[in-house]
């Protein structure tokens, strides 16, 4: 037999209906805060991600399932959403457009990372994208549509963490000095720090080895590197939250897994999930516009994974339910069959959800298995019904059963309001 690759997961019908709540509990809530869906292909040029994401990125250095095409082009398959919609932005000239463009999207994702629960090889994101805004508004803005949403959704317990990474300016200052810390440790660390230490040491500060986490603790902070102007951007995008009445706290070393970044960046977490208990990430990213050849424009979004959104309702189940079909039609003998089919297709067109049988079974059969699905009524056709143009309607939740003239069926059906 032939199995589903590791780290993938097929989404079997007892689970389809929760991802199509929340796609379209998503779509209605990014209609009202006026947000655009966008569509890109799954996959690019890697070259894409190698200059946005960056080099020294796990996602990059060892994550992307990237291939040589028959005709030699380097391609992946997308690990992240936020390169694909400004390739997609600059490539249609979207900015030429509007002077603010807010999009968002859903999809699947792929990172060869080492799956446990709430990581897989292929995963969904949903996520939103602002373009034009260099403003705090558009930050805040990203981070209530994140937070506000699971919040509709009913999962509480939600920790938001902040920080501001500050401009290109700060930063390169701030490396200088992360350097002079780290070298005393640089032969305690790992190979893979000891080559961020040359070529990003940022990067350190996103490590999950243990004693790299206790060397990091005492590093010099960010914030003390901030100029003025992101530390007013900064203060205002507090202000706002605050406003919103969107409790944050700030932790100063979150430099996040992509170098894309300026100022701003956030994670939202919750308590109902495991080690991988992230549930969105975002932040701000002025340059990453200009850095793939398009006019300089600021911009901000987050990412949310779905399979973790789904593990942190689990235990909210009665939000969502599945809706049963709601008729189940049953012919008793040979003549009826035909009739069953057209009666069918004659009730969905009035809106209702209709199974018949398939396996020509008997009607005690039919019946349990009504009620296993939790169907609300079973309309039941025989010789006499036939002989007389009526059908019976048995409601499957008080076991009554109506003789009822088939061309009043509808309207009786309608009066039941199920
Ligand atoms: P990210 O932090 O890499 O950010 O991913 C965002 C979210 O995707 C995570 O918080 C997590 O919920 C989910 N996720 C990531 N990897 C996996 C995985 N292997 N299995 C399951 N879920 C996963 C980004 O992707 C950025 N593009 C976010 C962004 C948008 N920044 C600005 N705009």
């Keep these: ?152 959704l009913g999962i509480d317990n939600l920790t938001l963490t902040l920080n501001s990474i500050g401009s290109e300016e700060c930063r390169q200052n701030y490396r200088n000095e992360l350097r002079s810390y780290l070298k005393p440790f640089l032969s305690d660390l790992t190979e893979t720090s000891q080559n961020r230490f040359k070529n990003n040491p940022l990067r350190i500060l996103d490590t999950k080895i243990k004693y790299e986490k206790e060397i990091i603790k005492n590093a010099p902070d960010i914030d003390s590197f901030l100029t003025a102007d992101d530390k007013s951007h900064f203060k205002e995008v507090k202000s706002l939250l605050n406003a919103l009445s969107i409790p944050f706290t700030i932790d100063t070393q979150m430099v996040r897994g992509l170098d894309y970044y300026t100022r701003t960046t956030y994670e939202i977490t919750s308590n109902a999930l495991g080690a991988q208990d992230a549930l969105c990430g975002g932040g701000r990213y002025d340059k990453l516009v200009e850095t793939l050849g398009g006019k300089p424009t600021p911009a901000v979004g987050f990412a949310a994974g779905i399979e973790r959104l789904l593990l942190a309702l689990e235990s909210k ?39 018949t049988d398939l396996l020509q079974r008997s009607l005690k059969s039919l019946l349990r298995e009504a009620n296993r699905n939790n169907v609300k009524i079973a309309i039941i056709i025989g010789d006499d019904e036939l002989a007389n143009n009526t059908v019976q309607v048995k409601n499957m939740e008080t076991g009554e059963q109506t003789t009822i003239i088939i061309n009043k069926l509808i309207e009786y059906l309608t009066d039941l309001d199920f």
């Design 1 to 152: 037999m032939i199995r589903s690759v590791k780290g993938t997961h097929d989404i079997l019908p007892d689970q389809t209906w929760r991802w199509r709540k929340i796609e379209s509990a998503l779509h209605n809530f990014m209609q009202k805060y006026g947000y655009q869906e966008i569509r890109t292909p799954a996959f690019e040029k890697t070259e894409l991600f190698t200059r946005s994401i960056g080099e020294t990125t796990d996602i990059v250095s060892k994550e992307m399932y990237s291939w040589t095409d028959q005709g030699g082009e380097n391609l992946t398959l997308k690990p992240e959403l936020t390169a694909p919609v400004v390739r997609a932005f600059i490539q249609h000239n979207l900015g030429s457009q509007s002077a603010v463009n807010r999009l968002y999207y859903m999809d699947a994702l792929f990172r060869r990372e080492r799956p446990q629960k709430g990581r897989t090889r292929q995963f969904h994101q949903f996520g939103a994208e602002v373009f034009g805004s260099a403003h705090p508004e558009a930050d805040a803005e990203i981070i209530a549509i994140s937070y506000n949403f699971f919040k509709t």
């Design 317 to 355: 189940t009665s939000n969502f339910n599945d809706e049963p079909i709601q008729i189940y039609i049953v012919g008793m003998v040979e003549d009826a069959r035909s009739v069953c089919q057209v009666l069918a297709q004659e009730l969905r067109d009035q809106g209702f959800s209709v199974a």
